[in-house]
């Protein structure tokens, strides 16, 4: 044991996902560096880390696509170990419409990731990957060995290459370690209610779309379709806190930069194992908060799929690691961040 705090980099830090990971991170003792173009996150987002963990992370304002960006970086801040790349976009819809926006974000922040990490000695990389892969599962729950499916969007494209990015330069013999982490639908927030998740205008994605109109933002909910092939007709998720999920990303980077016998290259799902419908979360969040959701049943919204929920046991077993928060927690969490921003 020596107290010498590891140093990890971050990418894409002040958004959802990568702010409640450096708040883990930073709470397991390491050293964080965060990297981030402020291009769907705010500055604030730092301050709030600093009001949970006491600790300002080091920040760098600046674009993951640019290499000299990025070397700049390495050199600035010496004996980074390991990275957690979150810097990319991530809206299905946009992609459709920006194919090329979304090819060169996701992928040239990774290709140059790797290309700087033998250079700089960095050990290992977590890659936030999808449950997108699977597509429409054959069967539920769906664990690693489920196959790929082909990609449906740009932005699902852009997560299986970077899959296989990765796969081809770590069985080029390149001397680092990654694990891929297949995340289902990450909701929720701190429950500090310092940090949360931040949508651009009109969320396209349904907890935030749920707590905005429960704080009369918006009118009303649109439900996307109810005629499923499912118990309430609606469509079935696997719904994972994000505190749970940005837990699992400190024991992934442990698991690379201390376990020297675990493989170069490994993946996970990151899910609960529980699937609930559409309908079941506005009911759980309407329970946890206490507030009416109107909402009304609208046409399905083309491409996505009708249910899919994961088998969490490999991540259970090898990482050690299992999503704990309960629903009602997650959903009254998710309405203490909506209350706090809109009191902003
Ligand atoms: C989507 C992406 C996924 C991506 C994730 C994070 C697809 C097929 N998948 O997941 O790859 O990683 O976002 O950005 O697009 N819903 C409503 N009303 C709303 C919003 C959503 O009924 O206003 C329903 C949807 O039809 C869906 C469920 O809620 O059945 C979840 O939707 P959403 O939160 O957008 O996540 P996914 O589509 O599962």
Redesign the pocket.
Known sequence: MNDMKEKILVTGGTGYIGSHTVVELQNAGYEVVIIDNLSNSSRKVLDGIKNITGIMPAFVEGDCTDLKTLSTLFENHKGIKGIINFAAS???GESVEKPLLYYRNNLVTLINLLELMPQYDVKGIVFSS?C?VYGEPDVNPIDETAPIKVA??P??NTKQICEEIITDFIASGANIKSILLR?F?PIGAHPSAEIGELPNGIP????P?ITQTAAGIRKE?????NDYNTPDG??I?DFIDVVDLARAHVVAMKRMLDNSDSDALEVFNLGTGNGLS?LQLIEAFEKASGVKVPYRIGER?A???EQIWANPKKANEILGWKAVVPIEETMSNAWKWQCRCAGN
């Open positions: 991530k809206a299905v999808s997108t449906t969007s932005y699902g995340y639908n396209n994605n349904l907890v779309y909910l649109t439900v996307f379709g609606t469509c998720r559409v919204r491409g996505d799929i």
